[in-house]
């Protein structure tokens, strides 16, 4: 091996534990951040479906009330 190489790899030995570490935090960042995208994506669907299935109906209702003004009339002329 030449003296470059030599030097090279006592560099990287010198190194090793800062970069294994770097790795390891790097990794570690990446679980948390994934986990967090995941929770929130799961969290966003959750309240999308909950808030689809519960909301309340808005229709307007119409109440055809001839027969009751019709009975209410035949009661004031039975009297």
């Not at 770097?22 to 960042?29: D, G, P």
């Not at 959750?46 to 009751?68: C, F, R, W």
Request: glycine content about 4%.
């Amino acid at each position: 091996m030449s003296q470059e190489k030599v030097n090279r790899y006592k560099q990287e030995k010198a190194n090793r534990k800062e970069a294994l570490a770097k790795e390891k935090r790097n990794a570690m960042i990446a679980k948390v951040v994934g986990g967090v995208v995941a929770l929130a994506l799961v969290c966003w669907i959750g309240y999308s479906v909950y808030d689809m299935t519960n909301k309340p109906d808005t229709t307007p209702i119409e109440v055809d009330s001839t027969a009751l003004d019709e009975y209410l009339n035949a009661m004031e002329t039975a009297e």
